[in-house]
């Protein structure tokens, strides 16, 4: 019976892949697999670690405890000005130890963020490990400060100083502000959105939904975000309506609060500054805002404004923290 060109092209694709390719396929997805699975466990490992440090009293904190009994000693003795001097120690021992962990713990967030979204090769892996190894190894031993730079510099190597397919709210250096305008009559607003690039080297190209709240449907559903070279700004619009209509003696309260956001990316580090005005002609009560999140970041907590007079205008700044899933925390 003659075949198709079609059925022809069919029979020698499958005759081509035959069960030592299908092996070998599924061999390498199950090594890539696992090399994923090791890197994430030694990344948690490391994680709880650092979670542990500032209760080690045989490592992290040895210097302070000796510099606070130095001061109980001296104190003793009536020599008010050394114990004085072994608390200042004490304190800056403290300040730099809790600086180092929650350094390492940044930059431990931005390695799980990114070895979720970059594939590695087998030699890339193995680096990874022993990496990881030397920076538990000196956390371990109470250097958080080098744990902390090592992991950085692993990150910036996975980098590979190109992090244009990378999350950019994650590894670029820029500010964003969030506006809305609402014309008299209808129930159609104007999202205005502000990219700024205030780092030195340019922002790449990225697809950027509009960064709206649930409940809420915009139009366009998404742009192309062309290259902001240093010290650029790209201003866009985007209309945006509630996806339920409202009575004709119901005020949105989009109405009556106005609410401007801005955020402000510096390498994983994001601040989000909220400015709420009351626009109506009476105070508003238990109010709780939700602003937009950056995709890979969350808040510990948000906003709740117990009253607003009119006219009153409250400002509130808002420090997010890299979203790890099941993968451990920040």
């Known amino acids: 019976m ?16 035959g069960d030592g390719d299908l092996s070998d396929a599924q061999a390498a997805i199950a090594a890539s697999n696992e090399s994923a699975q090791r890197l994430m466990q030694a990344s948690r490992e490391l994680e709880s670690l650092v979670q542990n440090v500032v209760s080690d009293e045989v490592n992290s904190l040895a210097t302070t405890e000796l510099d606070l009994l130095q001061a109980k000693t001296f104190l003793e003795t009536h020599r008010l000005r050394r114990a004085r001097k072994s608390v200042r120690r004490a304190e800056k021992a403290l300040n730099v130890l809790e600086e180092d962990v929650l350094y390492l713990r940044r930059s431990i967030a931005m390695l799980h963020r990114l070895l979720r979204e970059k594939a590695l090769a087998e030699e890339e892996v193995e680096n990874v490990l022993r990496r990881l190894r030397n920076a538990t190894g000196a956390a371990e031993i109470g250097d958080v400060g080098y744990a902390a730079t090592e992991v950085e510099y692993l990150v910036d190597d996975l980098i590979g100083g190109n992090s244009s397919t990378l999350n950019p709210f994650l590894f670029r250096h820029f500010w964003l502000s969030v506006d809305t305008r609402w014309p008299a009559g209808g129930e159609t607003g104007i999202l205005l959105v502000r990219i700024i690039n205030d780092g030195d080297i340019p922002l790449p190209m990225m ?4 960064p709206v709240p649930e409940g809420w449907v915009a139009k366009p559903s998404f742009i192309d975000v062309p290259v902001i070279g240093p010290g650029g700004n790209l201003p866009v619009r985007f209309e945006i309506q509630a996806d339920r209509r409202h009575g004709a003696d119901e005020i949105p309260l989009s109405r009556k609060l106005s609410i401007a956001t801005g955020y402000e990316m510096r390498n994983g580090n994001v601040i989000v500054t909220v400015r709420a005005q009351n626009r109506s002609m009476e105070p508003l009560v238990d109010v709780l805002i939700q602003p937009w999140m950056p995709p890979g970041f969350t808040a510990d907590k948000v906003p709740f404004i117990s009253r607003l007079t009119p006219d009153e205008v409250a400002v509130i700044r808002i420090p997010l923290r890299i979203d790890l899933g099941h993968g451990g925390v920040q």
Do not use: H, N, V
């Open 207 to 210: 697809r950027l939904a509009p």
């Open 2 to 17: 003659a075949k198709s060109k079609t059925e022809q092209d069919d029979f020698i694709m499958d005759s081509e892949l």
